[in-house]
């Protein structure tokens, strides 16, 4: 009864002991993720950073000048933060020149014209210097090419317009379900016997701003390879009407883009190092090049201030981590990924140990949570941290996709993450020319850094 008696005692004592722990941990926990919100809302510095990226370089299409800018840019704000080390990752990127401003109208009659908002698609080849000028045909979606053959599309401009749908809550869903429209119709129209594409801007509002983004010829020779260009969401409205009223309607566009040979970029990289698990590698980042008709802010200029930010809040609040953290600022997302495939080329080759990638890229407005993707086993425990989260109205933890520039590095052991804003207004912006700064809100761009940061101090503290 005695032995009973003391074994019991000790049990007692260990739960005590381990109950003890537990919450001094998560009063722990809840008192460092306070502190990094706290100070992200009062001293963070990313919206600065941004400003400087939108309003004095612009937009930064891989091979500009202004991505290079931006390279240099981002490099030296790093090296102010005294992390441990900042270097620049070359790779070869696609150079892509849209050339002087596009032109559009359609005809009703003979000399009755409407002009129409347009942009080229990023990787379209030009028309000829006078433009194209033919009869357009309205489909709504690529499987449409078939029914309609040969007979009726050859020798005509083809004409997408399905809508991205808009009782899709999850808008990034809406534009998946349609976005091949644009990636893909000229390489399908162009089977087809069409001379030219002209696509429905990806966004769910209505308005006069044509979206650009990017597009594929796949392996088709250059002399096969036909025009393509996007129309605001107004401009397909009214197309579509015309149409309807007048099936021969004549659609004319001009463009002057030009692909020329690779260039040489950078993926920007800082890092602080680990303090007793140095060769365990956490990445934070997003994508520093962006489309040319906006500045980019949301796209990606926020998840790249957002990812610097970390680093700083970390060094802000004297968080010093056990394991390496590393922001990095991929170059050429938009039009290729070539840098987010060089960072994982070279994590390889240096047979680095990666176990945590958290990517920004859905913009810069109030984060709602994030996805992942990982093993079931680690899911559960990324779900035992989402209560720290709630207080701050951050509490979307599901599984799915991270983002795109991370997405190469993917391995058995190794979780991915994205970070999840509420997306409701991001395709009203997303490859438009009113993509700029004045549509990024300082508190909701800093809350998103705040929530990153915080993801990244749970996974350094208690790893997979």
Request: contains cysteine; negative net charge; glycine residues 10%.
């Amino acid at each position: 009864m005695k032995n009973n008696y003391k074994v019991n005692s000790k049990l007692a004592l260990f739960f005590v002991i381990a109950f003890a722990y537990v919450g001094l941990s998560q009063n722990t926990d809840e008192e460092q993720i306070k502190k990094l919100y706290d100070t992200a809302l009062t001293e963070g510095t990313g919206y600065e950073w941004l400003n400087y990226l939108s309003n004095q370089i612009g937009g930064r299409l891989s091979g500009s000048i202004q991505a290079q800018q931006a390279v240099d840019y981002t490099k030296a704000q790093l090296d102010s933060l005294g992390i441990d080390k900042v270097w620049l990752q070359p790779v070869m990127v696609p150079k892509w020149v849209r050339g002087t401003p596009e032109f559009a109208y359609f005809e009703t009659n003979p000399g009755t014209t409407t002009n129409v908002a347009i942009c080229a698609i990023g990787g379209s080849v030009p028309t000829p210097p006078r433009g194209i000028k033919a009869n357009i045909i309205e489909v709504e979606g690529i499987e449409q090419l078939a029914s309609l053959g040969m007979d009726k599309i050859q020798g005509k401009i083809v004409f997408y317009n399905k809508p991205m749908d808009a009782t899709q809550i999850n808008t990034f869903t809406a534009y998946s379900n349609c976005v091949d429209q644009r990636y893909a119709g000229a390489l399908e129209a162009s089977e087809y016997g069409a001379v030219g594409v002209i696509v429905r801007s990806m966004n769910l509002r209505l308005d006069d701003y044509p979206h650009t983004g990017s597009m594929s010829y796949g392996e088709q020779a250059e002399s096969e390879r036909i025009p393509a260009a996007a129309i605001s969401t107004n401009a397909a409205e009214l197309l579509s009407t015309s149409l309807k009223l007048n099936p021969d309607i004549n659609f004319y566009f001009k463009q002057s883009c030009k692909q020329f040979n690779d260039v040489e970029s950078y993926n920007v990289i800082g890092e602080i190092r680990g303090t007793t698990k140095p060769e365990e590698v956490i990445v934070v980042g997003g994508h520093l090049d962006s489309w040319d008709l906006g500045d980019g802010s949301h796209d990606d200029g926020a998840g790249c201030v957002q990812s610097m930010e970390v680093l700083n809040l970390f060094k802000k609040t004297g968080y010093k981590p056990k394991r390496t953290v590393r922001v990095v600022l991929f170059m050429n997302e938009e039009n290729g990924l070539r840098g987010g495939n060089k960072y994982a080329e070279i994590a390889n080759t240096k047979n680095e140990k990666h176990i945590f990638a958290l990517e920004s890229d859905s913009g810069g407005f109030s984060p709602r949570g994030f996805t992942f993707d990982s093993s079931d086993k680690d899911f559960v425990k990324v779900l035992e941290w989402k209560p720290l989260f709630e207080p701050y109205l951050v509490h979307y933890f599901e599984k799915g996709h991270s983002g795109a520039d991370i997405g190469p590095l993917k391995k058995e052991g190794l979780v991915l993450a994205g970070l999840r804003p509420d997306s409701q207004r991001y395709f009203d912006h997303h490859h438009a020319e009113n993509d700029t700064f004045e549509h990024v809100n300082r508190r909701e761009l800093q809350l998103g850094a705040a929530s990153m940061a915080s993801l990244i101090y749970l996974v350094d503290k208690y790893g997979f």
